[in-house]
C-alpha cells in the first residue's frame, strides 16, 4: 500500500513567519493529495487539496505544491498567525477515497 | 448542516465488554470509513465502506467489524475490546476523496 511520510514532526515559528511541511509518497499512481488541519480537542478539517494534473495551488495564505516526480508535496503557510497553531496533516490517494495520511505536524506560531 | 455525527463522544469500557460506536452521515455520500487515531502515528484506516453492504478492512481491521446496511450509517463494533484499542477514533464520509470527519469518539479500555 501507499506509505506517507510526514516532515518536520514539530514546528515552531514566529507570528508573521512562514512555515513549510513536507511529505513524500511512495505510490507514484496516487493522485489527490490534501492537508488537513485538527485544532486541539477538534475533528480533523480539510484546509487544502491538490490534484496530479496541478504543480501548484494557492487560498489566501496557504499553498500546496507538488512534484509528482520526485512524489513529493508542501504546505506553505505564509504570514502565520497564532490560529494557525495545530497539528497539520497530510495525505494521499489513488483517486479513490482511501486516504492514507502521514504522522502529522504540530505547528506553534509564537506570537 | 452537512454533517458527521458520531456517538458516543467519550467511552470507558472493560476488557472484553462488546461496544457499538454509531456513525451518521447527512451527506448522501457512498464512501465512509473510520480511523484510529494515536500519537505519533497519524490517522490509521479500519475499515471503509464503499456503498451499502460493501465493507472492506483499511490499514489496522484486527479486532474491530463494521456494517453498513444504510446509506447513512456506518457503526465500527469491538467484539472484545483489549486495551491496545484505547484510542481517539473518527468516522468520516467523503466525496471525490474529501474526507468530512466526525466530532471523534476516545476510547478507554481498561
Known amino acids: 500500500g501507499e506509505n506517507v511520510e510526514q516532515h518536520p514532526s514539530t514546528l515552531s515559528v514566529q507570528e508573521g513567519d512562514s512555515a513549510v511541511i513536507k511529505c513524500t509518497y511512495s505510490d507514484s499512481a496516487s493522485n489527490y493529495f490534501p492537508w488537513y488541519k485538527q485544532e486541539l480537542g477538534k475533528r480533523p478539517q480539510l484546509i487544502i487539496d491538490?490534484?496530479?494534473?496541478?504543480g501548484e495551488k494557492k487560498d489566501q495564505r496557504i499553498a500546496v505544491t507538488l512534484n509528482k516526480t520526485a512524489k513529493h508535496f508542501s504546505l506553505h503557510i505564509t504570514e502565520t498567525q497564532p490560529e494557525d497553531s495545530a497539528v497539520y496533516f497530510c495525505?494521499?490517494?489513488?483517486?479513490?477515497?482511501?486516504?492514507?495520511f502521514g504522522t502529522g505536524t504540530r505547528l506553534t506560531v509564537i506570537p | 448542516e452537512a454533517q458527521v455525527t458520531q456517538n458516543p463522544r467519550y467511552l470507558i469500557t472493560v476488557t472484553g465488554k462488546k461496544l457499538t460506536v454509531t456513525c451518521s452521515q447527512n451527506?448522501?455520500?457512498?464512501?465512509m470509513s473510520w480511523y484510529r487515531q494515536d500519537p505519533g502515528l497519524g490517522l490509521r484506516q479500519i475499515y471503509y465502506s464503499m456503498n451499502v453492504e460493501v465493507t472492506d478492512k483499511g490499514d489496522v481491521p484486527e479486532g474491530y467489524k463494521v456494517s453498513r446496511k444504510e446509506k447513512r450509517n456506518f457503526p465500527l463494533i469491538l467484539e472484545s475490546p483489549s486495551p491496545n484499542q484505547t484510542s481517539l477514533y473518527f468516522c468520516?464520509?467523503?466525496?471525490?476523496?474529501?474526507?468530512?470527519f466526525g466530532q471523534g469518539t476516545r476510547l478507554t479500555v481498561v
Open positions: 491538490i490534484r496530479s494534473n496541478v
Open positions: 451527506m448522501n455520500h457512498e464512501y
Open positions: 468520516a464520509s467523503s466525496l471525490a476523496g474529501r474526507a468530512f
Open positions: 495525505a494521499a490517494s489513488k483517486g479513490a477515497n482511501n486516504l492514507f
